[in-house]
């Protein structure tokens, strides 16, 4: 009996060892989470599920479905954006788990068209959600550790994908796994997700609508530097009370919580924010080429099956979408690591660099719209993935490291809106059906035109840029100075 409970303790000390760290067990839960809720196998294959004998809507998914989610995501975003600081993050991860449960319940057993509809609409839910993801791990960490846990986090996301995206080409390759066993295997995968998101601790604090207290603290915080460097407020309790200092924290951060005044202190502070964030015309450029790439780069995502199915039906030929896929997220993986070692002044050189690629991704569009081979399209894809995430990882640490928490959050969340605005806007004019609902091959010819357009823009701008810090020396060593942080940046982000 002895010898055997000798066994148990280890396993009892290490649980307990976990959930004592102030980081580790919050980010290993979350990295399950991310894990599990990005393992969907059934997504490189959505379309051919569609419009096959499954589903059978083949005339209404580019025109009329598609677009219902970039509408509805656009409509959710802000809201839930408020709404994840407002509730503290968890309650959100919850709530995108079970969006997601219900996503694959509908494409398992919902026929017909007004359910996939809704299945738009829920979907819409899961997306916007997505920034309690990214969110939640700052807000229950120590700022030491943000690195090392964005790193595990961004880990976790790519090996689901990848593996996920995998195991669906292998299934449907080589073992000739119909589709619809393939969403039954993801709705397992996503239902062990919303399970693992209840074991998630529940955050003390937020960043915006705080107790009257803590918002004054935090306001004063804001100021203290940039992302990673701004030190996490702590209540100030005596010697002798500290039994209860926890209570009077938690009744201080509290204090008036739904209160107009504490949401007049909420506003006050994104104004802060929001003045901060764009108080830099540097911090503007790279805001702006964010946008107007995720537009581009989220409507290519969303067609490009249909544009692989217009070169290659999917019901009369072998299809390799997953795989592409697990190559995509591997190669721009790659991309974006080998930032964070490359010896270059990205506040110089960095603009210059968002034209050029961007024009190497305009070239790939273009590509995949005149090709007649599926390889070949499928290779641009891979290009034209590969070159946003590159950009993407560049221009994320160029405005993190200059800003603080609160800031790097409302940015990312104008940004984002402000791409989906754009996204929608094309996607009514394009691709809806009341409006010009042109063919998928006409679609990626003016979505090539568009990125060509960024790119020429950019192209401009950092030639001007770099021939103005080569001309005067003295300029190129204060914006060095400015980014100091970057190193740091680009390997976390």
């Known amino acids: ?31 399950l989470y991310g894990f599990f809720a990005n393992c969907r196998v059934a997504e490189p294959f959505l379309t051919p599920y569609l419009i096959g004998p499954h589903k059978n809507i083949s005339g209404e998914v580019t025109n009329y479905l598609f677009p219902i989610w970039t ?122 997700a919303f399970l693992i998101s209840f074991w998630l601790p529940m955050p003390q604090r937020s960043l915006f609508f705080k107790g009257i207290k803590a918002a004054a603290v935090g306001s004063q915080s804001q100021q203290e530097g940039p992302l990673g460097v701004d030190v996490p407020e702590e209540p100030v309790v005596a010697e002798d009370e500290a039994g209860s200092g926890r209570e009077k924290m938690e009744h201080n951060g509290s204090a008036g919580w739904c209160s107009w005044k504490n949401a007049a202190t909420a506003g006050h502070l994104l104004w802060q924010s929001f003045r901060e964030s764009y108080s830099s015309r540097d911090l503007i450029y790279w805001s702006v080429w964010w946008a107007l790439a995720t537009a ?76 007649s081979s599926i390889w070949a399209c499928y290779a641009a894809y891979v290009i034209f993935k590969s070159c946003y995430m590159l950009l993407i990882t560049i221009t994320t640490f160029q405005i993190a490291s200059n800003l603080s928490m609160q800031c790097y959050a409302l940015t990312f969340g104008i940004n984002t809106f402000v791409a989906l605005s754009l996204q929608t806007i094309i996607t009514v004019i394009v691709v809806d059906e009341a409006a010009l609902g042109l063919d998928i091959v006409t679609q990626f010819i003016i979505y090539g035109s568009y990125y060509a357009v960024i790119s020429v823009l950019f192209l401009i701008r950092g030639t001007y840029t770099a021939c103005i810090n080569q001309c005067n020396p003295e300029h190129t060593e204060t914006k060095e100075q400015e980014s100091g942080v970057v190193v740091i940046s680009a390997e976390r982000f």
């Not at 290490?14 to 959930?19: D, R």
Request: one cysteine or more; aromatic letters at 14%.
């Open 296 to 371: 581009g780069y989220v409507q290519v995502f969303n067609y490009i099956q249909l544009m692989w199915d217009h070169i290659e039906p999917s019901a009369t030929s072998s299809i390799y979408n997953g795989g592409v896929e697990a190559v995509c997220s591997l190669v721009g993986a790659a991309a974006a690591f080998s930032v964070g070692h490359i010896k270059v002044s990205w506040a110089v050189w960095g603009e210059l660099a968002l034209g050029l690629f961007s024009a190497v991704g305009t070239g790939a569009v273009f590509l995949m719209a005149l090709t």
């Open 1 to 31: 009996m002895l010898q055997k409970g000798s066994h148990l303790i280890p396993r009892l000390n290490l649980t307990a060892s976990l959930k004592s760290s102030s980081w580790a067990y919050p980010t290993a839960v979350l990295s």
């Open 71 to 192: 509408y509805s995501y656009l409509a959710f975003l802000f809201p839930v954006f408020l709404l994840t600081d407002f509730l503290r993050h968890k309650p959100l991860i919850v709530v995108q788990g079970l969006f997601l449960v219900t996503n694959y319940v509908l494409l398992c057993f919902a026929p017909g068209l007004p359910a996939m509809i809704f299945l738009q609409i829920n979907y819409a839910v899961v997306t916007s959600t997505e920034v309690a993801y990214f969110s939640y791990i700052y807000s229950v960490i120590p700022v030491e550790n943000y690195q090392r846990a964005t790193g595990y986090l961004r880990s976790a996301m790519l090996t689901g994908y990848t593996f996920g995206a995998s195991l669906g080409q292998v299934l449907v390759s080589l073992a000739g796994v119909d589709y619809f066993y393939i969403n039954a295997i993801t709705l397992g995968m996503v239902s062990m």
